[in-house]
């Protein structure tokens, strides 16, 4: 969803993904798609940018290697938005942080224009997004939809119908 907004704003976006499933459908959404598994990222970045490495980079996934390429993509005053929840304090290449003087955004919350323009999207139909959507679930399967989450590595966005 964050890929699908910005280039939506005109970003040039590169995503960096493992999971085949889920690579073949930012493809087929239109996406630039990077495995990281099997393409050095960073040099990639490096050169698709001309040396510049990325503007903003969007944290999104919550492991540790993308904590750790997060600061090599960042361009010198770049800017790192972490959407992805981490429970237990992890490392971060602090150094990186001072040597490109980067910029470390939390987004735990979204504000009301940001439901605002998320209900214009949508109806507008300008963004693809019942194709990431998974599952439907009312509210009193919530459980359910938790541990078919945890099960499901391939899924993408779970909506809860509070109907």
């Known amino acids: 969803m964050v890929a699908m907004v910005a280039k939506n704003k005109g970003a040039n976006v590169v995503i960096s993904e493992v999971n085949p499933i889920r ?5 087929e959404m239109g996406f630039e798609v ?3 598994t099997q393409t050095d990222l960073v040099e990639y970045i490096d050169k698709k940018t001309n040396g510049g490495l990325a503007d903003v980079v969007f944290e999104v ?5 993308s904590l750790d390429v997060m600061t090599e993509v960042a361009g010198i005053r770049g800017r790192i938005v972490m959407v992805a929840i981490h429970g237990q304090p992890k ?4 150094f990186k942080f001072f040597w490109k003087e980067l910029e470390l955004i939390g987004a735990r919350v979204y504000e009301a224009e940001d439901y605002e323009e998320s209900i214009q999207l949508i109806s507008e139909n300008k ?3 019942e194709s990431i959507i998974t599952a439907v679930e009312p509210l009193e399967n919530i459980q359910k939809l938790f541990e078919s989450i945890d099960e499901n590595p391939n ?3 779970y909506l809860i119908d509070c109907q």
């Open 61 to 65: 996934a919550g492991v540790q290697p």
């Open 23 to 27: 690579i073949k459908m930012a493809q």
């Open 91 to 94: 490392p971060v290449n602090l």
């Open 34 to 36: 990077v495995n990281p």
């Open 155 to 157: 899924g993408m966005k």
């Open 127 to 129: 963004l693809p997004f």
